[in-house]
């Protein structure tokens, strides 16, 4: 009879989580493993205090998942990174543990760090090429499909030079590089894949030119600040992931004091190809991440936690949806992306 009621048991503690991939859940009376602190850094994807108030309630979260998994972590210090390259530079010097980054910047110092998670990402509902099919009108909308790719857009705004740009590809003319070039670009960090590196392919294939090669370029801290630029009427043209209107447009007007709706003001006029989607690395010289079984209850737990409504919150101001396991193969087309780039700037 005990041996039956201690087999319903383990079974129950199965079906209610009490196990995961990251670990057996303590036994009973058996202590947790204790951790002083696990720092987490996070790239700009918005402005630091939006990303620092929607992931205020981690911390607590993941302590709590960590703990299930036979890890008590004291200390769960979030930072902001100043730039997209500090945050690389920080896993590479270990004072960060993990970080939110992109994959052009994970390839940049993968000798120091390597592939956690990988980020999924609702796919939007459209994915087309050509950008006069971005601009019935409509702002994009996620769809209930899951994607580990999205795609870089080149997005002219409201400005008398943005407009004139918009006008020249719905009419469906070809824009010559005299027509970008005397237009002022915002763009990003250049380890951004959307904000630099794929922006910098795209002219390329089209018209053999760089980012470097523009006349008028102002970088930007994050997409946010660029949205924010582009509205009022600071710049022409800004790069970004092609779900960026889906955040902003219900704020354009109130927070970026646009004169009108994001549908009728922005349109897109350059799509690049498909880029994998962004990941959690994590540090190859952080003696904590060197144990492979908190680093597997650690990603177990992120996975976990994106499936709940908090963590869907949490993760959405990065516009992540979930994570699976990446591999650093996973980023060899970056890898050769970003080669190409440098023959480009050279």
């Known amino acids: 009879m005990k041996k039956q009621l201690l087999t319903l048991l383990t079974v129950l503690a199965l079906c209610l989580g009490l196990f995961s991939l990251g670990g057996t859940a303590l036994a009973a009376g058996e202590d947790p493993v204790k951790i002083d602190s696990l720092k987490i850094a996070f ?22 998942e960590l703990l299930k998994a036979g890890y008590d972590v004291a200390d769960i210090d979030m930072t902001v990174g100043t730039s ?36 999924l990402r609702y796919a939007i509902n459209k994915d087309s090429e050509d950008p006069a099919d971005w601009n019935d009108g409509t702002i994009e909308e996620n769809t209930e499909d899951m994607s580990t790719y999205y795609r870089c857009i080149v997005l002219a705004g409201p400005s008398e030079k943005g407009r004139a740009l918009a006008e020249k590809v719905n009419a469906g003319q070809e824009l010559t590089w005299d027509d970008l070039n005397d237009a002022t670009w915002s763009v990003l960090d250049p380890t951004s894949s959307s904000g630099y ?24 801290d994050s997409h946010t600040t660029s949205v924010a630029r582009l509205a009022a009427k600071q710049v022409d043209v800004m790069v970004s992931y092609g779900h960026i209107r889906i955040k902003n447009a219900p704020i354009w007007e109130s927070d970026f004091g646009a004169d009108g709706p994001m549908a009728d003001e922005t349109d897109v006029i350059g799509v690049t190809d498909g880029i994998y989607n962004d990941m959690i690395a994590y540090s190859k010289t952080s003696q904590l991440m060197a144990d492979e079984d908190f680093r597997t209850a650690l990603g177990q737990a992120f996975i976990d936690l994106a499936q709940t409504e908090e963590g869907q919150a949490i993760f959405g101001v990065f516009s992540q949806v979930g994570y699976t396991w990446g591999q650093d193969a996973d980023y060899d087309g970056e890898r050769a992306a970003q080669a190409l780039l440098r023959e480009m700037e050279e």
């Open 197 to 220: 590196i794929y922006p910098c392919l795209w002219l390329q294939d089209n018209y053999g030119k760089s980012i470097s090669d523009l006349d008028n370029v102002i970088q930007s």
């Open 84 to 119: 997209y390259t500090a945050v690389g530079e920080a896993l590479s010097a270990g004072s960060a543990d993990i970080g939110f980054i992109s994959g052009g910047n994970y390839v940049l110092f993968s000798d120091d760090c390597d592939v956690l998670l990988t980020a």
């Open 43 to 64: 790239s700009p994807y918005a402005d630091a205090d939006q990303i620092v108030t929607a992931t205020e309630p981690l911390e607590s979260l993941l302590h709590d």
